[in-house]
């Protein structure tokens, strides 16, 4: 059974600093990882995918890395703003489709 | 129009009657999925579709079944609500194949309390 833990499960940081959410799976036979954003009581906003062929992906502010062997990823805020606080979750599908997430980062940016 | 959209987006009802939540996309996907979040506890599989005649029990299905009667259309079916089934419960759909990543898109969401 895959198994996604995410660590920190709160941050609070001032804004402008960068930042590491980590995310953590027991399973290293995935299909793909995804990152997500989460605003209060919304539904959920795909941020980055990274294959499971795939080393990183970057989008803007927002860079992913995964290493499979390891079973970790990561995602990397530059230059923090209070818009992103919010709750990030990253989930990992195996190749039959089934999708496991984590309990996510709630993160907090303060000016 | 939402790429995957979600009915109701609240409901309050009373335990022990029935009720079904909606969901439909345009995406174009086979694969579909019944997601509940609970504070402190994130998001769990309820029921997940790879096609029309394809249907799976995920970690909490007991409580709950679904329908999938096309395979834009996913609905979930509480037969007798319990006050425990308060929850946010979310509807996705992704495509695996050449041309598909796997990315998983999600609706907006239905609220449902039940007293």
């Known amino acids: 059974k895959q198994e996604v833990t995410q660590i920190p499960a709160a941050l609070s940081v001032p804004e402008g600093e960068n930042l590491v959410l980590n995310c953590s799976f027991t399973?290293?036979?995935?299909?793909?990882l995804q990152w997500f954003r989460q605003d209060p009581g919304k539904g959920l906003t795909s941020l980055l995918l990274?294959?499971?062929?795939?080393r990183e992906q970057t989008s803007g502010r927002l860079n992913a890395s995964l290493d499979k062997s390891s079973g970790r990823s990561t995602l990397y805020i530059a230059a923090s703003q209070p818009g992103d606080s919010a709750t990030y979750l990253c989930a990992v599908m195996t190749s039959y489709g089934k999708l496991t997430f984590g309990q996510g980062t709630i993160l907090t940016v303060h000016p | 129009d939402a790429d995957v959209t979600q009915t109701p987006r609240n409901r309050i009802t009373k335990t022990g009657k029935r009720i079904m939540l909606e969901c439909s996309q345009t995406k174009g996907h086979d694969r579909m999925y019944w997601y509940r979040q609970d504070p402190g506890l994130g998001l769990r599989l309820i029921y997940y579709s790879f096609d029309v005649k394809d249907i799976n029990k995920g970690e909490i299905s007991d409580g709950y079944s679904v329908s999938r009667q096309a395979q834009a259309k996913f609905s979930l079916s509480l037969e007798s609500a319990i006050p425990n089934q308060t929850a946010l419960y979310f509807c996705?759909?992704?495509?695996?194949?050449?041309?598909?990543?796997?990315?998983?898109?999600f609706g907006e969401g239905s609220r449902l309390t039940v007293l």
């Open positions: 399973d290293s036979a995935i299909y793909n």
């Open positions: 990274i294959q499971s062929s795939q």
């Open positions: 996705a759909t992704s495509g695996i194949g050449e041309e598909d990543t796997g990315e998983l898109f």
